[in-house]
Protein backbone atom coordinates (compact mmCIF):
# COMPACT_ATOMS: atom_id res chain seq x y z
CA UNK A 1 0.00 0.00 0.00
CA UNK A 2 1.39 3.10 -0.98
CA UNK A 3 1.80 6.34 1.43
CA UNK A 4 -1.16 8.19 0.17
CA UNK A 5 -3.52 4.83 0.51
CA UNK A 6 -2.05 4.80 4.14
CA UNK A 7 -2.87 8.50 4.89
CA UNK A 8 -6.29 8.19 3.64
CA UNK A 9 -6.67 4.84 5.83
CA UNK A 10 -5.23 7.02 8.66
CA UNK A 11 -7.82 9.65 8.23
CA UNK A 12 -10.76 6.81 7.97
CA UNK A 13 -9.72 4.90 10.80
CA UNK A 14 -9.29 7.68 13.15
CA UNK A 15 -12.32 9.04 12.02
CA UNK A 16 -14.31 6.11 12.55
CA UNK A 17 -13.21 5.54 16.03
CA UNK A 18 -13.84 8.79 17.12
CA UNK A 19 -17.47 8.72 15.95
CA UNK A 20 -18.09 5.32 17.28
CA UNK A 21 -16.51 6.11 21.06
CA UNK A 22 -18.64 9.74 21.39
CA UNK A 23 -21.98 8.03 20.12
CA UNK A 24 -21.88 5.35 22.52
CA UNK A 25 -21.31 8.32 25.26
CA UNK A 26 -24.54 9.44 23.89
CA UNK A 27 -22.61 13.01 23.25
CA UNK A 28 -24.83 15.13 21.38
CA UNK A 29 -22.26 17.12 19.82
CA UNK A 30 -19.33 15.02 17.68
CA UNK A 31 -15.70 16.09 18.26
CA UNK A 32 -13.89 14.72 15.04
CA UNK A 33 -10.11 14.05 15.67
CA UNK A 34 -9.30 14.96 11.95
CA UNK A 35 -5.76 13.41 12.00
CA UNK A 36 -3.55 10.36 13.98
CA UNK A 37 -1.60 12.18 16.79
CA UNK A 38 -3.19 15.03 16.39
CA UNK A 39 -5.67 16.53 19.21
CA UNK A 40 -8.13 19.07 16.92
CA UNK A 41 -11.20 19.50 17.58
CA UNK A 42 -13.10 19.95 14.09
CA UNK A 43 -15.97 21.27 16.09
CA UNK A 44 -14.72 23.28 18.22
CA UNK A 45 -12.83 24.96 14.72
CA UNK A 46 -9.37 24.91 16.77
CA UNK A 47 -6.39 24.06 14.23
CA UNK A 48 -8.28 22.55 11.39
CA UNK A 49 -6.21 23.19 8.51
CA UNK A 50 -6.71 20.15 6.47
CA UNK A 51 -6.70 20.30 2.60
CA UNK A 52 -10.14 19.92 0.61
CA UNK A 53 -8.83 16.76 -0.44
CA UNK A 54 -8.73 15.37 2.80
CA UNK A 55 -11.57 16.87 4.16
CA UNK A 56 -13.23 14.65 1.12
CA UNK A 57 -11.93 12.26 2.39
CA UNK A 58 -13.45 12.56 5.76
CA UNK A 59 -16.95 13.25 4.78
CA UNK A 60 -16.80 10.03 2.71
CA UNK A 61 -15.97 8.62 5.48
CA UNK A 62 -19.16 10.35 7.31
CA UNK A 63 -21.83 9.17 4.55
CA UNK A 64 -20.45 5.57 5.27
CA UNK A 65 -20.93 6.10 9.17
CA UNK A 66 -24.49 6.97 8.05
CA UNK A 67 -25.13 3.76 5.59
CA UNK A 68 -28.42 3.37 4.92
CA UNK A 69 -30.06 5.36 7.63
CA UNK A 70 -32.64 3.65 9.64
CA UNK A 71 -32.36 5.41 12.56
CA UNK A 72 -35.63 7.32 12.42
CA UNK A 73 -39.43 6.83 10.60
CA UNK A 74 -38.16 8.98 7.69
CA UNK A 75 -36.08 5.80 6.28
CA UNK A 76 -39.18 4.44 5.71
CA UNK A 77 -40.78 6.06 2.59
CA UNK A 78 -37.51 8.11 1.10
CA UNK A 79 -35.95 6.50 -1.97
CA UNK A 80 -32.47 8.11 -1.45
CA UNK A 81 -30.69 9.52 1.44
CA UNK A 82 -29.30 12.88 0.43
CA UNK A 83 -26.23 13.81 2.34
CA UNK A 84 -24.86 16.81 0.59
CA UNK A 85 -22.49 18.44 -2.05
CA UNK A 86 -20.10 20.56 -3.24
CA UNK A 87 -16.71 21.91 -2.03
CA UNK A 88 -15.70 20.54 0.67
CA UNK A 89 -12.90 23.06 1.15
CA UNK A 90 -16.11 25.76 0.71
CA UNK A 91 -15.82 29.45 2.06
CA UNK A 92 -19.96 29.42 2.76
CA UNK A 93 -21.88 26.38 3.59
CA UNK A 94 -26.15 26.59 2.32
CA UNK A 95 -28.50 24.61 4.89
CA UNK A 96 -31.97 23.69 4.12
CA UNK A 97 -34.45 21.76 6.30
CA UNK A 98 -35.31 18.36 3.99
CA UNK A 99 -34.78 17.17 0.59
CA UNK A 100 -38.00 17.08 -1.51
CA UNK A 101 -39.54 14.74 -3.99
CA UNK A 102 -36.52 15.78 -7.09
CA UNK A 103 -33.98 15.62 -4.51
CA UNK A 104 -35.14 12.96 -2.98
CA UNK A 105 -35.22 10.91 -6.28
CA UNK A 106 -31.92 11.74 -7.57
CA UNK A 107 -29.94 11.78 -3.99
CA UNK A 108 -28.91 15.25 -4.88
CA UNK A 109 -29.68 18.79 -2.37
CA UNK A 110 -31.65 21.37 -3.99
CA UNK A 111 -32.27 20.10 -7.50
CA UNK A 112 -35.92 21.18 -8.32
CA UNK A 113 -37.79 24.28 -8.85
CA UNK A 114 -36.27 25.78 -5.35
CA UNK A 115 -32.74 24.53 -6.14
CA UNK A 116 -33.46 26.71 -9.47
CA UNK A 117 -33.64 29.63 -7.50
CA UNK A 118 -30.44 28.69 -5.11
CA UNK A 119 -28.32 28.26 -8.16
CA UNK A 120 -29.34 31.57 -9.47
CA UNK A 121 -28.52 33.32 -6.27
CA UNK A 122 -25.29 31.45 -5.65
CA UNK A 123 -24.52 32.73 -9.41
CA UNK A 124 -25.24 36.01 -8.42
CA UNK A 125 -22.78 35.92 -5.76
CA UNK A 126 -19.92 35.36 -8.32
CA UNK A 127 -20.03 31.16 -7.22
CA UNK A 128 -20.65 28.10 -8.91
CA UNK A 129 -22.98 25.38 -7.19
CA UNK A 130 -19.49 23.23 -7.28
CA UNK A 131 -17.71 26.02 -5.74
CA UNK A 132 -20.36 25.93 -2.01
CA UNK A 133 -21.02 23.33 0.12
CA UNK A 134 -25.17 22.08 -0.02
CA UNK A 135 -27.09 20.26 2.60
CA UNK A 136 -30.11 20.06 4.32
CA UNK A 137 -31.06 19.43 8.32
CA UNK A 138 -32.32 15.80 7.64
CA UNK A 139 -31.24 13.76 5.04
CA UNK A 140 -34.43 12.22 3.63
CA UNK A 141 -37.24 13.32 2.77
CA UNK A 142 -40.62 13.86 4.68
CA UNK A 143 -43.56 12.34 3.44
CA UNK A 144 -45.64 14.55 1.61
CA UNK A 145 -43.14 17.41 2.07
CA UNK A 146 -44.00 17.69 5.22
CA UNK A 147 -41.59 19.78 8.08
CA UNK A 148 -39.20 17.69 9.94
CA UNK A 149 -40.62 16.55 13.24
CA UNK A 150 -37.95 17.04 16.30
CA UNK A 151 -37.26 13.70 16.69
CA UNK A 152 -36.10 13.42 12.97
CA UNK A 153 -33.58 16.32 13.53
CA UNK A 154 -32.45 15.09 16.72
CA UNK A 155 -31.56 11.98 15.27
CA UNK A 156 -29.38 13.24 12.08
CA UNK A 157 -28.02 16.34 14.03
CA UNK A 158 -24.97 14.67 14.65
CA UNK A 159 -24.40 14.35 10.83
CA UNK A 160 -24.77 17.67 9.68
CA UNK A 161 -22.48 18.92 12.97
CA UNK A 162 -20.30 16.61 11.37
CA UNK A 163 -20.08 17.88 7.93
CA UNK A 164 -20.21 21.81 9.86
CA UNK A 165 -17.21 20.14 11.40
CA UNK A 166 -15.50 18.74 8.74
CA UNK A 167 -15.96 21.64 5.75
CA UNK A 168 -15.59 24.85 8.97
CA UNK A 169 -16.76 27.23 6.11
CA UNK A 170 -15.89 31.42 6.79
CA UNK A 171 -20.05 31.04 6.93
CA UNK A 172 -22.69 29.22 6.75
CA UNK A 173 -26.75 30.62 5.04
CA UNK A 174 -29.06 28.74 6.90
CA UNK A 175 -32.32 28.86 4.24
CA UNK A 176 -35.64 29.10 5.85
CA UNK A 177 -37.16 28.50 9.71
CA UNK A 178 -36.05 25.35 10.15
CA UNK A 179 -32.50 25.31 9.44
CA UNK A 180 -32.44 28.89 11.28
CA UNK A 181 -34.09 27.29 14.50
CA UNK A 182 -32.39 24.04 14.66
CA UNK A 183 -28.94 26.18 14.62
CA UNK A 184 -29.84 28.55 16.92
CA UNK A 185 -31.36 25.63 19.22
CA UNK A 186 -34.51 28.02 19.00
CA UNK A 187 -37.39 26.01 17.79
CA UNK A 188 -39.89 29.10 18.23
CA UNK A 189 -37.87 31.39 16.09
CA UNK A 190 -39.57 33.22 13.32
CA UNK A 191 -37.61 33.68 9.95
CA UNK A 192 -38.99 37.17 9.28
CA UNK A 193 -36.96 38.12 12.52
CA UNK A 194 -33.95 36.62 12.42
CA UNK A 195 -32.99 36.81 8.48
CA UNK A 196 -30.30 40.09 7.74
CA UNK A 197 -28.94 38.98 11.20
CA UNK A 198 -25.90 37.30 11.77
CA UNK A 199 -25.71 34.49 14.99
CA UNK A 200 -22.72 32.38 15.71
CA UNK A 201 -22.87 28.34 15.51
CA UNK A 202 -19.73 27.13 17.61
CA UNK A 203 -17.52 30.04 16.03
CA UNK A 204 -18.94 30.45 12.08
CA UNK A 205 -21.11 33.10 11.66
CA UNK A 206 -24.48 32.08 10.08
CA UNK A 207 -26.72 34.11 7.86
CA UNK A 208 -30.42 33.05 8.33
CA UNK A 209 -32.49 34.38 5.25
CA UNK A 210 -35.55 33.07 3.33
CA UNK A 211 -35.73 29.52 1.80
CA UNK A 212 -36.12 29.43 -1.53
CA UNK A 213 -38.96 28.31 -1.88
CA UNK A 214 -40.95 30.48 0.10
CA UNK A 215 -39.18 33.08 -2.99
CA UNK A 216 -41.14 31.19 -5.44
CA UNK A 217 -44.12 32.35 -3.50
CA UNK A 218 -43.39 35.70 -2.74
CA UNK A 219 -40.79 37.11 -4.97
CA UNK A 220 -41.01 40.68 -3.58
CA UNK A 221 -39.03 39.74 -1.14
CA UNK A 222 -36.26 38.39 -3.18
CA UNK A 223 -34.47 41.93 -2.62
CA UNK A 224 -34.45 41.15 0.93
CA UNK A 225 -32.56 37.81 0.43
CA UNK A 226 -30.35 39.31 -1.89
CA UNK A 227 -29.19 42.27 0.87
CA UNK A 228 -28.42 39.48 2.81
CA UNK A 229 -25.99 37.53 0.22
CA UNK A 230 -24.09 40.56 0.28
CA UNK A 231 -23.68 40.50 3.73
CA UNK A 232 -22.39 37.33 3.41
CA UNK A 233 -19.92 38.30 0.24
CA UNK A 234 -18.89 41.08 3.00
CA UNK A 235 -17.88 39.38 5.82
CA UNK A 236 -15.93 36.95 3.35
CA UNK A 237 -14.30 39.67 1.75
CA UNK A 238 -15.38 38.88 -1.58
CA UNK A 239 -16.87 41.65 -3.82
CA UNK A 240 -19.33 41.43 -6.25
CA UNK A 241 -20.10 43.86 -9.53
CA UNK A 242 -23.23 42.86 -10.09
CA UNK A 243 -26.03 45.58 -9.30
CA UNK A 244 -28.71 44.63 -6.69
CA UNK A 245 -31.48 43.46 -9.24
CA UNK A 246 -34.31 41.24 -7.56
CA UNK A 247 -35.51 39.19 -10.60
CA UNK A 248 -32.34 37.48 -11.51
CA UNK A 249 -33.00 35.16 -8.14
Not at 42 to 55: C, L, P, R, V
Not at 69 to 75: A, D, F, P
Not at 98 to 122: C, N, S, Y
Not at 138 to 145: L, W
Request: aromatic share 6%; proline share 5%; charged share 30%.
Amino acid sequence: MNSEKLRKADLLDDLKKSMSFYQALGFENLPIKLARGNQQSAMTGKGNGQSASEKKILLEALRSEIGDCTRCKLSKKRTTIVFGEGDPGAKIMFIGEAPGREEDLQGRPFVGDAGMVLTRLINKMGFQREDVYIANIVKCRPPVNRDPEMDEIETCRKFLEGQIAIIRPRVIVSLGRISAATLTGNPGLKITAVRGKFFDYKGIPVMPTFHPAYLMRSPKDKWLTWDDALRVLERIGEETGVKSNKTDI
